[in-house]
């Protein structure tokens, strides 16, 4: 058991080809998401639809003022694409 481990935890993760494999995997894993880009198109209508019928009408008011002042203010600046 200690020769596999010794392998494992000493060649293994050192090598170039782990190395290589971990980097890759970390790129894939990123999952960046800006706020406009989340909360755009069929991403907002879905969560509107989810959120909406649970809430009081007064609450919906202001996630809707919310969300319209958050879409005017990233409208007004230059997108980072």
Do not use: D
């Not at 509107?48 to 203010?73: D, I, V, Y």
């Amino acid at each position: 058991m200690g020769h596999v481990l010794s392998f494992h935890y000493g060649k293994f993760y050192r090598s170039h080809r782990y190395i290589r494999w971990a980097k890759c995997q970390k790129l894939r894993s990123r999952r960046c998401k800006f706020g406009p880009r989340i909360f755009s198109g069929l991403r907002q209508q879905e969560l509107l639809s989810r959120l909406l019928p649970h809430m009081a009408e007064e609450c919906q008011n202001t996630l809707l003022e919310a969300l319209f002042t958050f879409f005017q203010a990233h409208q007004e600046r230059p997108s980072r694409s």
